[in-house]
């Protein structure tokens, strides 16, 4: 390994083998040239601007018991909330007027929103607001659902994978929940033509350097257009309660290795990561991040929507709520922009000459 640059192996060559990611998820000797190399390259791409998304989290009802998740169903002390479709209706035009042009629409895995109540609202946003892009993030569902999303007018998917090592998944699940299944899910979004995102948690309960390098390969699988990654945070209400939160340094380097693997993906900079680091945000920017995704949803419930424990943001107004984090953006030298803000695809053969 004797001069051997592992930050510059991987800018060039755009993938490393397991050793050399090894050693570098190991070490902190390469975080700030990593950091400085994968800032350069989504500077390249995507220039100073940070893409804001709107978030509407209308449904904290989950039918499933994730280990890590405080609004898991076996949590019986969560205070459980839907909005309305007027509701969310009413945020996005509230969004839409502070210049959102991307909604992301998320829930828990609620039976209650039917696939025709969510075709109904998507249609609705599609008719209401036809230069947004509508993101969705409901979990797990058949391919049939995904394909009348599609149609009904949605453009994008969120589902982190959150873990692509098997032995590492039956940890952090329940049998009636597989790994199989959840990547179905992403290869049908893909296919059905949604822009998909997937991602995990950086310091899960029982997860190894392997269990990252293994995420990482997945993803080189599926080739996301965005991914999203974000401390682990415990909530007390949860079997891993007693469980620390993932570390920010890892979490940087790992956003930074993800921007120089997938120079053009849309990498957000998680509220998890500014939950347990004042300036966390701020830092995932530079380390390679290039969105943000401020709350839009009433702030009555946006305490509830609690997956993990203190998280922050929960009760300044939507404004309030762009207006600083536009600071923030802004302070760490880079500019908010609320343009509809597509992956930038990759030229073909680009890197082969
Ligand atoms: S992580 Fe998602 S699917 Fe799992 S319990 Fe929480 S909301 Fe439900």
Redesign the pocket.
């Known amino acids: 390994m004797n001069g051997f640059d592992p930050v510059r192996e991987l800018d060039i060559r755009r993938d490393l083998s397991d050793a050399s990611l090894r050693l570098l998820l190991q070490s902190e000797q390469w975080d700030s040239s990593l950091a400085a190399a994968a800032d350069d390259k989504r500077r390249k791409i995507y220039g100073d601007e940070v893409y804001l998304r709107g978030l509407i989290e209308f449904s904290n009802f989950?039918k499933?018991?994730?280990y890590y998740?405080g609004?898991?169903?076996g949590n019986q002390n969560a205070v459980r909330y839907r909005l309305s479709k007027e509701e969310i209706l009413d945020c996005c035009t509230q969004g839409y007027d502070l210049g959102f042009r991307t909604f992301v629409l998320q829930s828990?895995?609620d039976p209650f929103f039917t696939d025709a109540l969510i075709c109904g609202i998507v249609s609705e946003i599609r008719v209401r607001f036809p230069d947004c892009a509508i993101t969705l993030s409901l979990?797990e569902k058949t391919r049939e659902s995904y394909k009348a999303y599609f149609d009904a007018g949605a453009n994008r998917y969120l589902l982190r994978h959150e873990t692509a090592d098997d032995t590492h998944y039956r940890k952090l699940h329940p049998e009636s929940m597989s790994l199989q299944n959840r990547k179905r899910c992403l290869y049908d979004l893909k296919e059905i033509g949604y822009q998909v995102g997937s991602g995990f948690m950086v310091g899960s309960p029982y997860q190894t350097a392997d269990c990252l390098i293994e995420d990482l390969r997945f993803l080189q699988a599926l080739g996301p257009d965005m991914i999203g990654i974000g401390p682990y945070i415990p909530h007390k209400e949860t079997p891993f309660a007693a469980f620390s939160s993932g570390s920010l340094s890892l979490t940087l380097r790992l956003i930074s290795i993800l921007r120089l693997l997938f120079p053009y993906a849309l990498i957000p900079s998680t509220t998890a990561l500014g939950t347990i680091h004042p300036q966390g945000r701020e830092l995932g920017l530079k380390a390679g991040a290039n969105v943000v995704m401020p709350n839009l949803s009433p702030v009555r419930v946006r305490k509830l929507y609690e997956?993990y424990e203190n998280k922050i943001c929960t009760g300044e107004e939507s404004a309030q709520c762009r207006g600083c984090l536009e600071q923030r953006i802004a302070a760490a030298g880079y500019r908010a922009v609320t343009a509809v803000g597509n992956v930038k695809k990759e030229k073909q053969n680009d890197d082969d000459c």
Do not use: H, Y
């Open positions: 989950c499933n018991n994730c998740c609004i898991r169903a828990g895995e979990g997956l």
